[in-house]
T-cell receptor, first 115, second 109 residues
């Protein structure tokens, strides 16, 4: 049973295209996150949703738009893709109240390559 | 703003050695600290979670300590094996999880 699953695992696309990455968690967590891991392997928060409400929105270009249809899903849509968007995108989840006991669970990542 | 630093950036040791990975953070107001392992091209696997009220956690050959007042954590790996080769990431939860840049460990057989 996959706890946090992302699709697709790999995504190769041309500059200027629009693409989406999907994330689902079956842990019953109420908070989900998108992290970006750049070419230097540094992981940085992009967005966080708690019960479908946006609670963290770091300085990310507005070409990136997260959508949370319910607390088990958090999708990431990217418009007008640029070369610099190439990275690995990780979805994660936690339970906001008891997360201090259980920590974060991460998906396996989506490797996005913009050509 | 919370910053997490991991030292060393890379480490290569012969099999069987005991080793220590270091993590420091600038703001001691954290909820917990989590150590992860990342294999090349893979996702993150949680190794140990230390709550802010705890001082250490152990799992098998791994032991992690936390000293909030000094803003430090260490991950101790006993009797290292080639299968331990990976990048080890320290992350502190100050809403959200803030990561260090990791320590890339190579254990040579």
């Amino acid at each position: 049973d996959t706890a946090v699953s992302q699709t697709p695992k790999y995504l190769v696309t041309q500059m200027g295209n629009d693409k989406s990455i999907k994330c689902e968690q079956n842990l019953g967590h109420d908070t989900m996150y998108w992290y970006k891991q750049d070419s230097k392997k540094f992981l940085k928060i992009m967005f966080s949703y708690n019960n479908k409400e946006l609670i963290i929105n770091e300085t990310v270009p507005n070409r990136f738009s997260p959508k949370s249809p319910d607390k088990a899903h958090l999708n990431l849509h990217i418009n007008s893709l640029e070369l610099g968007d190439s990275a690995v995108y990780f979805c994660a989840s936690s339970q906001r109240q008891t997360g201090i006991l259980n920590g974060y669970t991460f998906g396996s990542g989506t490797r996005l390559t913009v050509v | 703003k919370q910053e997490v630093t991991q030292i060393p950036a890379a480490l290569s040791v012969p099999e069987g050695e005991n080793l220590v990975l270091n993590c420091s953070f600038t703001d001691s107001a954290i909820y917990n600290l989590q150590w992860f392992r990342q294999d090349p091209g893979k996702g993150l696997t949680s190794l140990l979670l230390i709550q802010s009220s705890q001082r250490e956690q152990t799992s098998g050959r791994l032991n992690a300590s936390l000293d909030k007042s000094s803003g430090r954590s260490t991950l101790y790996i006993a009797a290292s094996q080639p299968g331990d080769s990976a990048t080890y990431l320290c992350a502190v939860w100050a809403t959200p999880l803030v990561f260090g840049k990791g320590t890339r460990l190579s254990v040579i057989a």
